[in-house]
Each structure stands twice: as structure tokens, then as C-alpha cells.
């Protein structure tokens, strides 16, 4: 069973505009939310996070929201620009147990 | 420089013979991670550690084991690859495995034959 679920495989975006990535998860007793950025034959690397105490965390281009009632989180990025293309993933954590990572979301920002 | 250093980056191997992937990160870091990904399924959990000698399983422990003997290494051991291990692995820390994040190698890609 799937707790961490990123239902868009890609998404296309314009240069200059706003990035959208979704995602959702059905454990509610997950605590922290985070999100990395991956580009190909790199590891992941850490974005931006979100204690399940607030619903939103901005850092610079970067904004999360977190819907605690919908179990639901989204990852804004505006400006969007080329350098962001790359694959996004999701991941939660509960208590003590690591990081429970979504499938991930290819961003691809076009010109 | 601040960073968590897997070896080998690539390796290619039969199946059923003893191999060891080395993690080792330079940050004091209490927790670590392995992780495998693979195309469709995202990245999973195999083994993580709180601490030394406090290790437990993931998501897809079986075929690997672990050992944290101290705090900067965590190797990822496979006694008898099969196939179905084909992956690519990241070995991954955290100061507090909360909102710090983790650090991630650059990973190993396994190919077993």
C-alpha cells in the first residue's frame, strides 16, 4: 500500500511561470514533509520541508503548503526556470522510521 | 566539504558472490539510510540507523543487511545478489531525521548477472 502518492508522472511548465507538484498520503501520523529534487546520476537532494504543525513553509522561489484535512501537500515553485527541470519527489516521515518517498513528478520547464 | 561518500559508483557482478557497498559521511550525522530506486516505483527504504549499533529495517529489507559499528559508516551488505537486486542505491544521512533533511550520496549503480 502506497502511503505517499505523487499521481503525475510529468508535468510541462513555461519558463516564468508557476510549477505545481502534487502530492498526497493516507498515514496520519506522518510529521514531517520534505521534498527533494533529483537530476539524472545525481542522489537526491533536499529542497524544502514542513513540520505537520503548520501549512505553509516558503523559502525563496520555493513554497509548500500542507492540507492536513485533505492529507494533501503541494510544492509552488515561481518563477519557474530551466534549471529546475528535473525530477521532484515527495517524502514523509513518521516518528523514528526514515523517509517514506513518493514515485516522483518529472518537471520538465520548457522556453 | 560536507557530504556522504558511497564507492564503488558502479559495479557489475554474478549472482550468489558476497558484496559490500560502503557509505560514509563526514557531518556527525546521527541518522543514515539505503535506499534503491527503481523506474516506476520512486525510491524505497531498505535498512536505516538511529545510532550506532540501532539499525532496523525499511520498506524492502530482504536480501541486505546492515551494520553501524560506528557513527560515519554504513555499509549495505548483499550476501547473495540475485538479479531482482539490479538497482540503483542511494546511501543517504541526517543530523535529526526531521526537517533538516537528509544528505544523499551520489549512488551505486548494481548490476547483477
Known sequence: ?111 | EAQVTQNPRYLITVTGKKLTVTCSQNMNHEYMSWYRQDPGLGLRQIYYSMNVEVTDKGDVPEGYKVSRKEKRNFPLILESPSPNQTSLYFCASSLSGGLDGYTFGSGTRLTVV
Open chain 1, 1 to 111: 500500500d502506497q502511503q505517499v502518492k505523487q499521481n503525475s508522472p510529468s508535468l510541462s511548465v513555461q519558463e516564468g511561470r508557476i510549477s505545481i507538484l502534487n502530492c498526497d498520503y493516507t498515514n496520519s501520523m506522518f510529521d514531517y514533509f520534505l521534498w527533494y529534487k533529483k537530476y539524472p546520476a545525481e542522489g537526491p537532494t533536499f529542497l524544502i520541508s514542513i513540520s505537520s504543525i503548520k501549512d505553509k513553509n516558503e523559502d525563496g522561489r520555493f513554497t509548500v503548503f500542507l492540507n492536513k484535512s485533505a492529507k494533501h501537500l503541494s510544492l509552488h515553485i515561481v518563477p519557474s526556470q530551466p534549471g529546475d527541470s528535473a525530477v521532484y519527489f515527495c517524502a514523509a516521515r513518521g516518528g523514528a522510521d526514515g523517509l517514506t518517498f513518493g514515485k516522483g513528478t518529472h518537471l520538465i520547464i520548457q522556453p
